[in-house]
């Protein structure tokens, strides 16, 4: 069985890899595993700049494959806000109840179609001695008027995906990693994987 790390500390994205991984035999490890590695800054200003960080980063500390997921949601209204801004929109320490009020604030009474709004998920593969894999996917949806549901994590309880007519909160695990823009991206690493890690 291959292990395979995810340089996050992200406990909702940890779930989510553990659910949409484990069946595909893969042991899957976060850096809630490996409390001693250090914070790595998102200092860059693109998903995949910060992906590629964490990453390759902590592929270099550990030697060993690291997959990282940067990741957000852009609002059409907000010209694409909170976006690569997504965990801290609020400020520090990041909250996702405070993240999700200051969208709600921003958003006011503007209805329906005027709250269009997409999820978007970078990840990146890398290895100590191997270009890295860079793969993207996203999910259109719209603001909900208020939080629904107690399922996922950041802004799944505000995010009304018309198709099943609920929130990712109200999800079940299964439909979220069905739909999710972090399961369209592992479905374009997964037609690469099995060849980059021979
Ligand atoms: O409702 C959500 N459902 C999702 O499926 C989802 N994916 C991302 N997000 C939001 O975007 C930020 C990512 O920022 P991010 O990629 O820097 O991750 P993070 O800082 O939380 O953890 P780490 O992986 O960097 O350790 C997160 O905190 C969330 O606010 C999501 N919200
Ligand atoms: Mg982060």
Redesign the pocket.
Known sequence: MSTLI?????A??AN?FKLLLEPKGFEIKT?LDYPEIPE?E?TGYT?EE??RL?AETISALLKAPVL??????MIDALDGQ?G?F????AGEP?S?AA?NAKVLAMLGELEGGSRQAH?H?TLVLAHPDKESLVVEGKVTGEIAQFPKGDN????????FYPELNKT??ELTDQE?NTF???SEALKQLDNLIDDWFN
């Open positions: 995810i340089a996050t500390k992200n909702g994205k989510d850096l790595v998102e998903f910060n992906a964490k990282a997921d940067d990741s957000g949601i909170p690569v997504s965990a801290r929109f990041k996702d993240n999820f998920c996922g994590f950041g802004y799944d309880p505000l995010f990712f909160g979220k999710s823009h972090r």
